[in-house]
């Protein structure tokens, strides 16, 4: 069973729109709730991270936004810029190493 | 400063065989884990390791091992390879026990199974 549901499977986005990564989850014993980027021959590289406490946080270009009761989280990137394509990974950790991914995102942005 | 190095980068073995892969975590970090990520998925905890014990294991069976040494390196060994173990395995290293939400991960080895 998924514990970490992610979705679009991919995404294309024009330069300077927004991109917006949707995941969920089952698990209310989830409490840290990190987004990764990954680029090809890479490992993932942690982005952005929010606790269930707080209901947005914004990093420059990138915010996440959460749902506590709807058990939702999303991504959004605004500006997308070409430099932006990677793939993207939600991910929900409980008692600080059960660390569950979700599918992961491949956004291609255009210039 | 040195990222997280994982080495080899690539391997090819056969079904059956055994399979060793390594990870120097950031100098000062003492926590290890390991990750399998198969192609089109995200990463799946394997192991985590803190001072050279097991502190985390994930849903792998136990023909997957490691272990840390006191230099805080590790080792990921996969015995009675599979085809399905072909994926990139990952090593991510972090300061201390609890703070896994900050870890860095290495490049992976590429582990394909014929």
């Known amino acids: 069973q998924q514990q970490v549901k992610q979705s679009p499977q991919s995404l294309i986005v024009q330069k300077g729109g927004i991109s917006i990564i949707n995941c969920a989850y089952e698990?209310?014993?989830?409490?840290?709730f990190p987004w990764y980027q990954q680029f090809p021959g890479k490992g993932p590289a942690l982005l952005i991270a929010i606790r269930p406490d707080v209901s947005e946080k914004k990093e420059g270009r990138f915010t996440i936004s959460f749902n506590k009761s709807a058990k939702q989280f999303s991504l959004h990137i605004m500006d997308s810029q070409p430099g932006d394509s990677a793939t993207y990974f939600c991910?929900?950790?409980?008692?600080?190493?059960?660390?569950?991914f979700g599918s992961g995102t491949k956004l291609n942005v255009k210039p | 400063d040195a990222g997280v190095t994982q080495s080899p980068t690539h391997l090819i073995k056969t079904r059956g065989q055994h399979v060793t892969l390594r990870c120097s975590p950031i100098s000062g970090h003492k926590s290890v884990s390991w990750y399998q990520q198969v192609l089109g998925q995200g990463p799946q905890f394997i192991f985590q390791y803190y001072e050279k014990e097991e502190r985390g294991r994930g849903n792998f069976p136990d023909r997957f091992s490691a272990r840390q040494f006191p230099n805080y390196s590790s080792e990921l060994n996969v015995n009675a390879l599979l085809l399905g173990d072909s994926a990139l395995y990952l090593c991510?290293?972090?300061?201390?026990?609890?703070?896994?939400?900050?870890?860095?991960f290495g490049p992976g080895t590429r582990l394909l199974v014929l």
């Open positions: 991510a290293s972090s300061r201390a026990l609890k703070r896994v939400e900050t870890q860095y």
């Open positions: 991910a929900a950790i409980y008692n600080f190493n059960k660390f569950y």
């Open positions: 698990n209310t014993a989830f409490d840290y």
